[in-house]
Structures are given as C-alpha cells and as structure tokens.
C-alpha cells in the first residue's frame, strides 16, 4: 500500500520559514517524479515545485527564490523548504508523486500576523 505522509505545516508570521516532509512508504520515492502542490480556499490546486529521480528541480514563478525542493533517498522523504513566506502562500500543501499519482492527505500552512 503506497502512502504519502506530509508534516511540518503550521501558522507563521509573514517573512518566516517552514520546512514540509513528505514521507513515502511502498514506493522508492526516489524512482518517482516527485512534485508539492498546494490549494487555497476557493483556489484550484497548483503546482509549486517538483523534483525528477535526477534531481532536477522546477518551481512556479511565484516561488522562485524562496522555496527550495530536495529529497533525501535514504529517508525515502521529500522537503520543501519555504522561505520569506507571504500571506499569499496560505494553502494546504500536498505531496504528490508520479506517474501514478499518489497523493498524500495535505498539510496547512498559514501565513498571518
């Protein structure tokens, strides 16, 4: 049974920092293409940042700078390090990992004052 397991979400000041995980289990994470996307309330789901089994690394225009995607294939754990958070980034974060698309149960991130 695949499972996708996100953490490290919470409530942060604007211009703070989080780190997400996304745990895998019954797949070899480091196999996939493996992407964070998040939804706002009211939003579509959108991608933010994906990471190819190579290690190539894509984000969308409006983290660029901030966000860092990497993955630790020993811990079969993807990261999203976010900085300089912006109310904009309010959203749950999920993990997701293809070509099968597997999903995981989301995280929320809030960014307020």
């Known amino acids: 049974q695949v499972q996708l397991v996100e953490s490290g979400g919470g409530l942060v000041q604007p211009g703070g920092s989080l780190r997400l995980s996304c745990v895998a289990s019954?797949?070899?994470?480091?196999?996939?293409?493996m992407g964070w996307y998040r939804q706002a309330p009211g939003l579509q789901r959108e991608l933010v940042a994906t990471?190819?089994?190579?290690?190539?690394?894509n984000y969308v225009d409006s983290v660029k700078g901030r966000f860092t995607i990497s993955r630790d294939n020993a811990k079969n754990t993807v990261y999203l390090q976010m900085n300089s958070l912006k109310p904009e980034d309010t959203a749950v974060y999920y993990c997701?990992?293809?070509?099968?698309?597997?999903w995981g149960q989301g995280t929320q991130v809030t960014v307020s004052s």
């Open positions: 997701n990992a293809k070509p099968f698309d597997y």
């Open positions: 019954g797949i070899i994470s480091s196999t996939y293409f």
């Open positions: 990471i190819t089994s190579g290690g190539i690394t």
